[in-house]
């Protein structure tokens, strides 16, 4: 259920409109062509190798349609069909099990996810390909760590992302706010907000994982970054006091102190952004995947805003910088070759565009953000990844294993539904920690 | 007529003087059909208001969710049907559920109305070890089978095919299915059976020509029953049946819902176009339904 | 088991013969299926769970009672666990306490008994699926129906995210499966009163037994067999509880709503714990084989 929803709200967000938007009647019929799914699309030739790819975009994303598209043309050899699958989570595993899975799939990479599979033995080993296509040369290192396992690699890392906070610019005008310099400045932004009866911070956490990024920004900002890779790692303890600081101060005190919509638990990612949309929230902890919905106007008229989260009594702040999900193949790929070649042109010169200009999203390449038309908003993340990586912090739950990730969401929802004190939160975490190392399911990312 | 008499020794209670009885008993009797009603009439609204809000949401506009939640569709939008028809390949997923359902029904009937028959008519050697047997399995959830169920699927190759979800559905059938044809079977006279094999039938031909056509009435509850029982099934077309393709629309509908959270008026359109045939069904056989749920419970 | 014919084959007539193995021809098909698809794989869940694997690799690990092991010790499955003890509770005596009243009501005189009985059915026919959406719908925190009654009528303090909170998220759904199940419950009660002796209660009332008294005393025990026979049923279904807790709350808040079923799930499907998964499957086997063994006992003790 959780981070795989997380690539196809936008889509459906575009498709279906704000809420609080009137004009959404006519956001909302546009279906969208068929994307190859249904039965009757393009019949292909007999002896054309079959690639069935899922992914978590939305039946009706543009971009990828169009990648895949221009793919079958160049190819045609191969015939790709693309499936839009929201519970990844929930069924790729026994899919792949069962011999009725796709051959490529797009899901998130880390060893709470790709990792599991990798380790069932359901995935293909990539390092051939790697050499055969030469990737090392243009894909960015980090894609290819982020998708290995005990030293093999099996996929390809995608969607460069940030996570920071998101302000209604239109609000913050009227009210006479500036972006904060520093975590105290963001409590009396909040404080201000409040007592006009604005929503500060718009927060669903009903499909438990914004809670991790949530966690990612604070932890980041208040361990530091090379002390949040040492506790992913398993090198430091997760019930540091810096730990239960980053667990107190935003799953108790802001949620106390009424910084946030109320019914966290029981909001649902999507309608928090409707929250935010309709402009009875002010802002939104959350990552650069949503800036194609925030610079929507069939959603929000408003400009939207972004600034990272703030320092925190000084410290050197490290907001959390990732790659979202990866391409992989499935062991029992019909065609591995077809799956390398389909692998390959997503992410060659020329379907860079189709991923920024089409999806608002940054492939894992080297590129110049000023060779594409995109929104400011866009640019400033590529510009501060390709700047400030060094200084940027992490994602947890893509690099943190599956019982890890379970305990941190099942209880960071424990904690805000207050029945769970932060301190506890925190030795849970390590306790799980500490079986992931047992098991030797944890991944090392300290340099 | 009984229960009239009923109400008058009800409300009989407490009763004293001649005429003050009749006075209060008049008094009691409108204030006890009052509140009877009431009762009644509050639990009626308490079935049916949800799913008439299903319906109301689902002709809306997403505007006019969030302007007026719970009042009626200021302008019908039936869109949202086509909408999810299309794009929710409702109608994919309504042919898979015909196809599995179909299959499931006949075989289950087929299979369990022969054994019951055996069972019932024709005692043999092990007959009482294989009832109990089948017995059993009226006590074991699906859940306690369901894992290694999975890895069988996989092993005969019928994962991602309809087989997946038809023959295990037709093994869970069996128990409750043959009980039930049995307790039947045992109950029609036995000199009829005798009756026919005296004028040269076979025990097949007995059981084809004579008790199945006399078992009618528990054939048709069984078949709804059954028929609901495949048409509602969501754990196992859950771990079974994932393939997109072969979805049967119980499932269809819950990627659907998570396909389009946002879009609250057209999940619910999606909703009611999976409530709304089994509702017909039900209110066309409700009879059938009725006997189905309730035979063995009061036997 | 006992009353099979004590004759030997070789004694049997040759038309007794005939029949018996016209019998085993009549089960032979029933049985196969069954066999294959039922009972094999019901002893291969006992044989999972003595093993550690995890779905894939070719060699099952065979850990004796290790798993059990593991089960005593997890705290979740024991909240689980409590949970579905809650849920049984709650969820059994609601919805026959309902049942029942209703009934009552109409057994002793109300007109349209079939159009009631039409509409308290309905929710009995539709699937879980369904019926999830239906009430995430209802429990929805910003337009749900709770919330906006509770808003209408000056209640704003009641309304909440009723599935988001640890407080009340298994409330919420028991509300939900209690509102699925009434119906049924009640149709039945309505078979059994059909069956009660209207003379004996007539003669109660003769003694000056007041209503309730009445119910308890002369209804109620004419009801018994029909009474135990809905408990065993929702007893059973209580703890294999899953399709309602997985699509409206996926075991959520935390774990608050997590029961055994959609535990088990998550083991077996979700985190390739395949052995550990079928031990938890086997602590449900075990609730329904003792539940409907209690059932079976009471049931011969009230037919003597």
């Given at each position: 259920m959780s981070t795989s929803l997380r690539h196809t709200r936008r889509d459906f967000l575009r498709f279906s409109g704000g809420l609080s938007a009137s004009i959404l009647a006519v956001a909302c019929v546009t279906p969208g062509a068929d994307t190859g799914t249904d039965d009757t699309a393009g019949e292909p030739a007999v002896e054309k190798e079959q690639i069935l790819v899922w992914d978590q975009f939305g039946e009706d994303s543009v971009g990828v349609n169009e990648i895949v598209v221009k793919f079958n043309e160049a190819h045609p050899e191969y015939h790709v069909t693309r499936e839009a699958q929201t519970n990844m989570r929930d069924i790729l595993k026994t899919s792949l099990d069962a011999g009725a899975g796709p051959d490529v799939m797009y899901y998130d990479t880390g060893p709470g996810f790709a990792g599991v599979l990798a380790r069932a033995g359901l995935l293909l080993p990539l390092d051939d390909a790697y050499e055969q296509?030469?990737?090392?040369?243009?894909?960015?290192?980090?894609?290819?760590?982020?998708?290995?396992?005990?030293?093999?690699?099996?996929?390809?890392?995608?969607?460069?992302?940030?996570?920071?906070?998101?302000?209604?610019?239109?609000?913050?005008?009227?009210?006479?706010?500036?972006?904060?310099?520093?975590?105290?400045?963001?409590l009396a932004v909040c404080e201000a907000l409040k007592a006009q009866d604005i929503i500060p911070m718009a927060w669903g956490n009903q499909n438990k994982w914004p809670a991790g990024h949530t966690f990612s920004v604070f932890s980041g900002n208040i361990a530091g970054k090379d002390n949040l890779a040492a506790a992913i790692s398993g090198e430091l303890a997760w019930n540091e006091p810096d730990f239960v600081e980053s667990i107190q101060i935003p799953f108790v005190d802001m949620v106390d102190a009424g910084y946030y919509n109320t019914d966290i638990n029981a909001v649902t990612y999507d309608d928090s952004n409707l929250l935010f949309y309709s402009g009875q929230a002010a802002m939104r902890l959350t990552g650069s995947w949503m800036i194609d919905g925030?610079?929507?106007?069939?959603?929000?008229?408003?400009?939207?805003?972004?600034?990272?989260?703030?320092?925190?009594?000084?410290?050197?702040?490290?907001?959390?910088?990732?790659?979202?999900?990866?391409?992989?193949?499935?062991?029992?790929?019909?065609?591995?070759?077809?799956?390398?070649?389909?692998?390959?042109?997503?992410?060659?010169?020329?379907?860079?565009?189709?991923?920024?200009?089409?999806?608002?999203?940054?492939?894992?390449?080297?590129?110049?953000?000023?060779?594409?038309?995109?929104?400011?908003?866009?640019?400033?993340?590529?510009?501060?990844?390709?700047?400030?990586?060094?200084?940027?912090?992490?994602?947890?739950?893509?690099?943190?294993?599956?019982?890890?990730?379970?305990?941190m969401f099942d209880g960071f929802q424990e904690v805000i539904g207050k029945v769970k004190t932060a301190q506890e939160q925190a030795d849970d975490l390590e306790a799980a920690m500490q079986e992931a190392i047992e098991r030797g399911t944890v991944m090392d990312i300290t340099p | 007529m009984q229960n009239t008499s009923t109400v008058q020794e009800w409300s009989r209670m407490g009763a004293r003087g001649p005429r003050q009885r009749a006075v209060r008993d008049r008094l009691l009797r409108y204030i006890g059909s009052l509140l009877r009603y009431a009762i009644l009439i509050f639990f009626t609204l308490v079935c049916i208001t949800p799913l008439f809000w299903v319906i109301a949401s689902s002709l809306k506009t997403t505007g006019q969710i969030a302007a007026n939640p719970l009042g009626f569709p200021t302008e019908i939008r039936w869109d949202n049907y086509i909408e999810a028809w299309t794009v929710g390949r409702f109608g994919k997923y309504f042919k898979n559920s015909v196809i599995v359902s179909i299959p499931i029904v006949t075989f289950v009937i087929l299979l369990a109305s022969l054994a019951g028959y055996g069972l019932a008519r024709l005692r043999f050697h092990g007959s009482n070890f294989v009832f109990v047997l089948f017995l059993l399995g009226l006590m074991v959830p699906f859940q306690s089978i369901m894992i290694p169920l999975f890895y069988i699927l996989k092993d005969i190759r019928f994962l991602g095919t309809y087989w997946a979800m038809i023959v295990p559905s037709i093994a869970l059938g069996m128990p409750f299915s043959i009980f039930f044809m049995r307790a039947y079977f045992s109950g029609l006279p036995q000199e009829l059976g005798d009756a026919a094999e005296i004028d040269g039938c076979n025990e097949f031909s007995v059981y084809w020509r004579v008790m199945l056509p006399l078992a009618g009435p528990a054939v048709s509850a069984l078949v709804v029953l059954q028929f609901m029982g495949a048409w509602n099934a969501f754990l196992l077309p859950l771990i079974y049946m994932q393939k997109e393709e072969i979805r049967p629309l119980v499932l269809g509908l819950m990627f659907f819902r998570s396909r389009y959270t946002q879009n609250y008026p057209l999940t619910m359109a999606g909703a009611a176009i999976v409530m709304v045939p089994i509702v017909i069904v039900y209110l066309v056989f409700q009879r059938r339904f009725v006997q189905g749920l309730t035979a063995g419970a009061v036997k | 088991m006992t009353t099979a014919a004590p004759v030997r084959w070789g004694q049997l007539s040759p038309r007794a013969k005939r029949k018996a193995l016209a019998g085993w021809a009549f089960v032979v098909p029933a049985l196969l299926i069954y066999?294959?698809?039922?009972?094999?794989?019901?002893?291969?869940?006992?044989?999972?769970?003595?093993?550690?694997?995890?779905?894939?690799?070719?060699?099952?690990?065979?850990?004796?009672?290790?798993?059990?092991?593991?089960?005593?010790?997890?705290?979740?499955?024991?909240?689980?666990?409590?949970?579905?003890?809650?849920?049984?509770?709650?969820?059994?005596?609601?919805?026959?306490?309902?049942?029942?009243?209703?009934?009552?009501?109409?057994?002793?005189?109300?007109?349209?008994?079939?159009?009631?009985?039409?509409?308290?059915?309905?929710?009995?026919?539709?699937?879980?699926?369904?019926?999830?959406?239906?009430?995430?719908?209802?429990?929805?925190?910003?337009?749900?129906?709770?919330?906006?009654?509770?808003?209408?009528?000056?209640?704003?303090?009641?309304?909440?995210?009723?599935?988001?909170?640890?407080?009340?998220?298994?409330?919420?759904?028991?509300?939900?499966?209690?509102?699925?199940?009434?119906?049924?419950?009640?149709?039945?009660?309505?078979?059994?009163?059909?069956?009660?002796?209207?003379?004996?209660?007539?003669?109660?009332?003769?003694?000056?037994?007041?209503?309730?008294?009445?119910?308890?005393?002369?209804?109620?025990?004419?009801?018994?067999?029909?009474?135990?026979?809905?408990?065993?049923?929702?007893?059973?279904?209580?703890?294999?509880?899953?399709?309602?807790?997985?699509?409206?709350?996926?075991?959520?808040?935390?774990?608050?709503?997590?029961?055994?079923?959609?535990?088990?799930?998550?083991?077996?499907?979700?985190?390739?714990?395949?052995?550990?998964?079928?031990?938890?499957?086997?602590?449900?086997?075990?609730?329904?084989?003792?539940?409907?063994?209690?059932?079976?006992?009471?049931?011969?003790?009230?037919?003597?």
């Open positions: 296509y030469a990737w090392n040369e243009h894909i960015l290192p980090i894609a290819r760590e982020r998708a290995s396992f005990d030293g093999v690699t099996y996929g390809i890392g995608n969607e460069l992302e940030i996570v920071g906070t998101f302000y209604n610019e239109r609000i913050f005008d009227e009210q006479g706010l500036a972006a904060p310099d520093t975590h105290d400045d963001f925030y610079t929507n106007p069939d959603n929000i008229t408003d400009p939207v805003g972004f600034f990272f989260y703030p320092s925190i009594r000084e410290k050197v702040i490290a907001p959390p910088a990732g790659l979202g999900s990866g391409y992989f193949i499935g062991r029992d790929a019909q065609s591995p070759e077809g799956a390398f070649a389909y692998l390959n042109f997503l992410f060659s010169d020329e379907t860079i565009g189709d991923w920024l200009e089409g999806m608002a999203m940054i492939p894992p390449v080297r590129l110049n953000a000023d060779d594409y038309s995109i929104s400011d908003l866009l640019r400033f993340t590529i510009i501060e990844i390709q700047q400030n990586a060094e200084s940027m912090g992490f994602n947890i739950d893509v690099l943190t294993p599956d019982n890890y990730n379970t305990m | - | 066999a294959f698809f039922f009972i094999q794989p019901f002893f291969y869940s006992i044989y999972y769970s003595l093993t550690d694997w995890n779905g894939a690799d070719p060699v099952k690990q065979f850990v004796g009672l290790g798993n059990y092991i593991k089960l005593a010790g997890d705290s979740l499955l024991w909240q689980a666990l409590g949970h579905n003890l809650i849920w049984v509770i709650i969820g059994t005596v609601s919805p026959i306490a309902i049942g029942l009243l209703l009934g009552v009501l109409i057994w002793t005189g109300a007109l349209g008994r079939v159009l009631f009985r039409t509409i308290y059915f309905l929710p009995v026919v539709l699937s879980e699926v369904v019926i999830a959406i239906i009430w995430n719908w209802i429990y929805h925190p910003l337009f749900g129906a709770v919330n906006q009654i509770l808003r209408g009528i000056g209640l704003d303090h009641l309304a909440r995210g009723w599935l988001g909170d640890p407080q009340t998220a298994l409330l919420a759904l028991l509300m939900t499966a209690i509102w699925s199940y009434y119906g049924f419950c009640f149709v039945i009660i309505m078979a059994g009163l059909q069956n009660v002796d209207i003379s004996l209660v007539e003669a109660a009332t003769i003694d000056g037994a007041n209503g309730w008294q009445r119910f308890i005393h002369v209804i109620v025990p004419q009801l018994s067999h029909v009474l135990t026979m809905i408990t065993a049923f929702t007893l059973i279904g209580g703890f294999n509880v899953f399709g309602i807790v997985f699509v409206m709350t996926q075991g959520g808040p935390g774990t608050a709503t997590q029961v055994i079923a959609t535990y088990t799930y998550r083991k077996a499907f979700q985190e390739s714990q395949v052995g550990y998964g079928a031990a938890l499957s086997m602590v449900m086997t075990l609730l329904s084989l003792v539940t409907s063994y209690i059932f079976i006992r009471l049931r011969e003790r009230q037919e003597q």
